[in-house]
């Protein structure tokens, strides 16, 4: 019997070739799901994948700049091509350049808001097509929010604004049949470490991803998919 959480499942996971979204895409291939990573580190993601491999599992790298809805779109569908069907998007990709209100520049915040809330909105939109493809098995989507959806700092104006609008973006999934969730770490004092929305409805975070590093912490944050 194989007791892996995600296996046979097919997870798509954006800002997957660096940081902590290497460590989730590789997390997900070891609960046994074959990860799909969109991104522009190729040699990153081809690493992950071999190690993806000695679990069991399988990877696919797609490369995609995810500010053009092309090839956002084209990320799905190759996904679907290889692997027949789509489960789960873990939506990690994001830049946090600094964007006070009082200076930021028209180039920085068209660059903020394509990467961060632009390119989160339309892989939903992708996500929500391909889940309704799975004879009403439908799916799992998980946006990587931020403290700063609650409360940005004073130079982070721009960027906090796209965490905001993601945090709304979870709240309609209902009428969608996809269940949709919001993460945030913490760095505020009037917050705990996580803020987790799970269908819209904020939680305590559980003991299922309470620990002290970030690859137990992202192998608990797996139960959303």
Known sequence: MNDKRLNGKVIIVTGGTKGVGRTIAEACAKEGAKVVI?????????????????????????PAELTKVDDIRNLFKSAYEEFGHIDGLFAYAGVTPVSPLDTCDEATFDFVTSVNYKAGFF?????IKY???????GGSIVLTGSAHAWGGQKDRAAYACTKGVLRILNAPKGRLSIPMNFVGSSGFENLPNWQVYINGKLVDRTAAWSGSSVDVECKGLLILL
Do not use: H, P, W
């Open 38 to 62: 969109g991104g522009r580190d190729a040699e990153s993601a081809a690493k992950s994948i071999r190690l993806m491999r000695t679990y069991g599992s399988d990877g696919l790298f797609v």
């Open 123 to 127: 892989c939903c939109q992708e996500a």
């Open 131 to 137: 889940m309704r493809l799975n004879n009403g098995k």
